[in-house]
């Protein structure tokens, strides 16, 4: 993959950078290269005091005090990186994202407000200013290039990490089917699902056999952990890198992705009780099971309850939860009913900038990388359902 790769790929995710201009043609460019250099050194750092305290709080490791450490360390690094956009000169905020947190603001005023709701929606507005798409301009361009960089090489990290987990039978104390290094199984499957779909676009981009073994572990890796979920999308972000091959390749690497989930279809219903110590116990004990119907049945009652501004940021009334416990059951309908109609409207203008963005990088970028920038994208739309 030429230089352009990491800029391209956080432009992505920033909804809406921008690129530099040459002899009035737009052009990506690496912004950690060359002269910069010496920033990028500080940028680096940055990006990891955001980074990093997400990935301890949620690992399993012997450190005290690891969940308040992780807890208030990602408040602190997001506070940390505003600062640093602030004091580098990425001051002009994006009217779309002030749109969204005026739209989601009014949600906080529906009911009683707990120091909990309030600390989410003020890490929801940080995330949106540091990580997000809050400020734009060639410096916030850059570091969030530099947090995406951060950001992928600990998912690589814990990805094999966990491979080797499963392998030798190391347990780290996780919860869940299989929890490799993380504290939860549904955390690790997210984490699995990227690394994976990261050792794939290597493999189609050069096939070696560590490679297809990286890729085929991970399959492995995320049929342990026990989530559909992260299985649905990492296999429709799989099929969206599928896309950018030709010919035969294509269609052979696609027909082997079908039957594995046909196979996966067919066992389901009946194959639990044949194979209670297999690796995928917990995937097939599951199988085609409705767990989620239920959620997705309170998010809509709740809204229908209250349809103007939902019940309340980080907030559920209906469904099970405990304390500031909160399972919605689908990210989507999470943000229909907890903020209502003003709070999905704030959306709109946001999407609008993204479905933009995709479209000028398809112009300015080759196919296949334009295609790999979007399969983590494609993975967290399926995942979120």
Not at 139 to 150: D, E, I, T
Not at 167 to 178: E, S
Not at 315 to 334: C, I, K, M, N, T
Not at 338 to 358: C, D, E, I, Q, R
Request: glycine share 12%; with cysteine.
């Amino acid at each position: 993959m030429n230089s352009s790769g990491p800029t391209a790929k956080a432009m992505a995710f920033s909804v809406g950078g921008a690129s530099l201009a040459t002899d009035s043609k737009p052009v990506i460019v690496n912004p950690l290269s060359g002269s910069r250099r010496k920033a990028s050194t500080l940028l680096i750092l940055v990006a990891i005091t955001l980074v990093f305290p997400f990935f301890l709080r949620n690992m399993s490791l012997p450190i005290p005090s690891r969940d308040i450490i992780g807890y208030y360390g990602s408040y602190l690094g997001m506070m940390i990186a505003v600062i640093y956009l602030l004091a580098t000169g990425a001051t002009r905020p994006r009217l779309a994202a002030l749109f969204l947190i005026g739209g989601t603001a009014p949600s906080l005023l529906v009911a009683d407000v707990n120091s909990s709701q309030l600390y989410r929606w003020m890490g929801w507005v940080l995330m949106l200013a540091s990580a997000g798409p809050l400020f734009q301009g060639a410096k916030a361009l850059q570091f969030r290039a530099g947090a995406w960089m951060v950001c992928m090489r600990l998912i690589i990290a814990c990805t094999i990490l966990a491979i080797a987990s499963l392998v030798t039978g190391v347990n780290f104390g996780g919860r869940g089917g299989f929890s490799g290094v993380m504290s939860h199984s549904m955390i690790m499957a997210p984490i699995a699902a990227i690394g994976g779909l990261h050792f794939l676009e290597r493999f189609l981009l050069r096939p070696t056999l560590a490679g297809a073994g990286l890729s085929g572990s991970t399959i492995v890796l995320l049929l342990a952990c026990g989530s559909r979920g992260a299985l649905l999308g990492f296999a429709f972000g799989a099929i969206w890198l599928l896309m950018g091959l030709k010919g035969r390749s294509r269609a052979a690497i696609l027909a082997c992705f079908l039957l594995l989930g046909g196979v996966f279809v067919l066992i389901g219903p009946g194959y639990a009780n044949i194979h209670d110590n297999s690796l995928t116990q917990h995937l097939i004990n599951k199988g085609l099971q409705d767990t989620r119907s239920w959620l997705w049945e309170a998010r809509l009652r709740e809204f229908n309850d209250h349809p103007v501004f939902g019940v309340g940021f980080g907030r559920q009334l209906l469904g099970r939860g405990e304390g500031d416990f909160v399972e919605p059951g689908s990210s989507y309908l999470a943000i229909l009913s907890m903020t209502g109609a003003v709070g999905v409207l704030g959306w709109f203008p946001l999407l609008a900038s993204l479905l933009y963005l995709m479209r000028r990088c398809r112009r300015l970028m080759p196919a296949q990388e334009w295609i790999a920038m979007l399969a983590p994208g494609v993975f967290f739309f399926v995942h979120l359902m």
